[in-house]
T-cell receptor
Framework: AQSVTQPDIHITVSEGASLELRCNYS??????LFWYVQSPGQGLQLLLK??????LVQGIKGFEAEFKRSQSSFNLRKPSVHWSDAAEYFC??????????FGAGTILRVKS | DGGITQSPKYLFRKEGQNVTLSCEQN?????MYWYRQDPGQGLRLIYY???????QKGDIAEGYSVSREKKESFPLTVTSAQKNPTAFYLC????????????????FGDGTRLSIL
């Protein structure tokens, strides 16, 4: 069965510092991978997605993610974090029946 | 602008009461989904529908029911059989056709927070 692991429940970074959020997946075939962001009390917004091709994917708000098949990872990165990036981030993998399997999320705190 | 509308934003349920959460989309998407979100547990799939008049149980369907009579609408009923209904409920839709494994991204509404009185 498909699964997604986000090892870090909370991460705190200083404003202007770089960010990397980890995501590991379990899936037998070529995965479809997604990163979403959620502000408190809101729905989820898609940051980026990977289906095939270039393993470095660019998304909105200056985020990027790199697919590494050998490590079963799809880590999210941003070179310089802004205070407005504070939110919860979810990694997800596409599953049979058009479903998504989500990780438990990583809460990002940004300190000034 | 196209999007997904969930209502109400806040909902309170009394003991033994059924409540219905509304989800409407004007994106012309075929597939719709209901998730439950609890702190530290991510999103768990309750029900999903890939086409009108058809739906499937997700991972935590017990105590919930749905209908899909129109493409635009996918209401969720939280029945009295759901003993722990307090959570944040999210509705989503995607353009995917049957058999297209999760290829399309899901678009989310702003959620309904359900609490027990």
């Amino acid at each position: 069965a498909q699964s997604v692991t986000q090892p870090d429940i909370h991460i705190t970074v200083s404003e202007g510092a770089s960010l990397e959020l980890r995501c590991n997946y379990s899936y037998g075939a070529t995965p479809y991978l997604f990163w979403y962001v959620q502000s408190p009390g809101q729905g989820l917004q898609l940051l980026l997605k990977y289906f095939s091709g270039d393993t470095l994917v660019q998304g909105i708000k200056g985020f990027e993610a790199e697919f590494k098949r050998s490590q079963s990872s799809f880590n999210l990165r941003k070179p310089s974090v802004h205070w407005s990036d504070a939110a919860e981030y979810f990694c997800a993998v596409g599953a049979r029946g058009n479903k998504l399997v989500f990780g438990a999320g990583t809460i990002l705190r940004v300190k000034s | 602008d196209g999007g997904i509308t969930q209502s109400p934003k806040y909902l309170f349920r009394k003991e033994g009461q059924n409540v219905t959460l509304s989800c409407e989309q004007n994106l012309n998407h075929d597939a719709m989904y209901w998730y439950r979100q609890d702190p530290g547990q991510g999103l768990r799939l309750i029900y999903y529908s890939q086409i009108v008049n058809d739906f499937q149980k997700g991972d935590i369907a017990e105590g919930y029911s749905v209908s899909r009579e129109k493409k635009e609408s996918f209401p969720l009923t939280v029945t009295s059989a759901q003993k722990n209904p307090t959570a944040f409920y999210l509705c989503a839709s995607s353009i995917d056709r049957l058999g297209d494994r999760g290829r399309g991204a899901q678009h989310f509404g702003d959620g309904t927070r359900l609490s027990i009185l």
